[in-house]
């Protein structure tokens, strides 16, 4: 992508995003916030979900 491709891209996303009523762009803020990932994949990336996955699969491995 060349840059006046990008720039234009750009802002036709800004105009589009202009053009929203006020009440979806409330609506799609909500809907962000409801998305959320857990803190400990904020703070610490995929390495805890790694973990409890591994040490959740020994535990059954040796039932």
């Given at each position: 992508?060349?840059?006046?491709?990008?720039v234009?891209?750009m802002?036709q996303e800004?105009v589009?995003?202009?053009?929203?009523?006020?009440?979806?762009?409330?609506?799609?803020?909500?809907?962000?916030k409801?998305?959320?990932t857990p803190?400990s994949n904020?703070?610490?990336?995929?390495l805890?979900f790694?973990?409890?996955f591994?040490?959740k699969?020994?535990?059954?491995?040796s039932?």
């Amino acid at each position: 992508m060349s840059g006046n491709d990008y720039v234009k891209f750009m802002t036709q996303e800004i105009v589009r995003y202009m053009d929203l009523p006020q009440e979806e762009k409330k609506k799609r803020k909500e809907e962000k916030k409801h998305q959320k990932t857990p803190i400990s994949n904020q703070m610490f990336g995929v390495l805890p979900f790694a973990l409890k996955f591994f040490f959740k699969r020994d535990k059954n491995k040796s039932s």
